[in-house]
């Protein structure tokens, strides 16, 4: 499965931005998909995940409230609504699938196939 991950870019706090994450290749519509970020000088960071159902959802604490994840099945698509973003919120942002889902979305080590990420700003 190759991912890609768009919608990146420049905006002001408070600002919304909606990241997509598209398969190629091969669908995953079968796979549980995250969403990870990672700013200048820090780690790769959790942010989201859906199941491949779409019923069951994660999120860091840090994101809880202001980013929701979905999926359209449809369009083998999954997004990223991110509203009220801060600047802290500046990063480049990877999708992810993995095969099954489990309690330990959060952990990079759940994932098989990784997406080149795309780069969100938050800035004025």
């Known amino acids: 499965v190759q991912l890609q991950a768009s919608g990146g870019g420049l905006v002001q706090p408070g600002g919304s931005l909606r990241l997509s994450c598209a398969a190629s290749?091969?669908?995953?519509?079968?796979?549980?998909v995250g969403w990870f970020r990672q700013a200048p000088g820090k780690e790769r960071e959790f942010v989201a995940a859906?199941?491949?159902?779409?019923?069951?959802?994660d999120y860091a604490d840090s994101v809880k409230g202001r980013f929701t994840i979905s999926r359209e099945k449809a369009k083998d698509t999954v997004y990223l609504q991110m509203n009220s973003l801060k600047p802290v919120d500046t990063a480049v942002y990877y999708c992810?699938?993995?095969?099954?889902?489990?309690?330990?979305?959060?952990?990079?080590?759940?994932?098989?196939?990784w997406g080149q990420g795309t780069l969100v700003t938050v800035s004025s």
């Open positions: 992810a699938a993995a095969t099954s889902w489990s309690q330990a979305m959060g952990l990079m080590t759940q994932y098989d196939y």
């Open positions: 290749g091969r669908t995953f519509s079968s796979y549980a």
């Open positions: 859906i199941s491949w159902s779409g019923r069951n959802t």
